[in-house]
């Protein structure tokens, strides 16, 4: 169960590799969303109190159903094969979410689903609605604000990104994720929720501590 949440936020985490800027000026997605192969990112997770390691890898594109897609894979622990595979659509209006992959295991976003539109700009609001995985159904998302994070030390302008997910179960899965100009999210919290039964709560952060590109020297954030 625990690995399946994880899988949840890591299919809406994912990033890039250049120290930010820090103008405010209208951006594209691609700003926010920059993929280049062979980029690693190091994540510390804080999983309801109990705290873990998650490594993103940008892994060589493959075609899914005749469309190119970047592929990013997900490492937990010191397993040398990823946990999750996650295929994005990404293009100049918008970067989309198409499919994820655990072992043989697979399941896709019917249509892909749109995680970040073509105007990064506060106010933008979005729907999906389709079949994904974990029983998700339906998603809205709405950029909220410009905001700057402080993270280890430094700032970051942010923008700042919020999504309540439902699926065909009684949960619900409330997102707020913080994207830096050339870097990408370097901050997300999680709420699941247990609605319709118990009420429990189970709350996921992950900020990112280390990354580099694959031609760059590995550094940390602080």
């Known amino acids: 169960m625990k690995l399946r949440i994880l899988s949840i936020l890591s299919g809406i985490l994912f990033l890039c590799f250049a120290l930010p800027s820090f103008s405010w000026g209208e951006e594209s997605v691609a700003s926010y969303f920059p993929v280049t192969q062979g980029a690693e990112w190091k994540y510390k997770i804080n999983y309801d109190g109990a705290i873990k390691a998650s490594i993103v890898k940008m892994l060589p594109d493959e075609k899914n159903d005749g469309t190119l897609c970047k592929v990013m894979g997900v490492y937990i622990g010191t397993t040398p094969?990823?946990?999750?595979?996650?295929?994005?659509?990404?293009?100049?209006?918008?970067?989309?979410?198409?499919?994820?992959?655990?072992?043989e295991k697979s399941s896709e976003y019917s249509p892909a689903a749109i995680i970040l539109p073509d105007k990064m700009l506060p106010g933008k609001k979005w729907n999906w609605e389709g079949t994904g995985p974990a029983d998700v159904i339906c998603f809205q998302s709405l950029i909220e604000k410009k905001e700057t994070l402080n993270l280890l030390g430094k700032s970051y302008p942010c923008i700042k990104v919020v999504t309540h997910f439902?699926?065909?179960?009684d949960t619900t899965i409330y997102v707020r994720s913080w994207y830096a100009k050339n870097i990408g999210k370097v901050k997300e919290e999680t709420e699941i929720i247990k609605e319709k039964s118990s009420g429990k709560k189970i709350t996921?952060?992950?900020e990112l501590t280390e990354y580099h590109s694959n031609s760059a020297k590995k550094l940390p954030l602080n």
């Open 204 to 206: 996921i952060t992950a």
């Open 166 to 169: 439902y699926t065909n179960r």
């Open 81 to 103: 094969v990823p946990f999750q595979k996650i295929y994005y659509s990404v293009s100049d209006s918008s970067v989309k979410i198409v499919k994820n992959v655990w072992g």
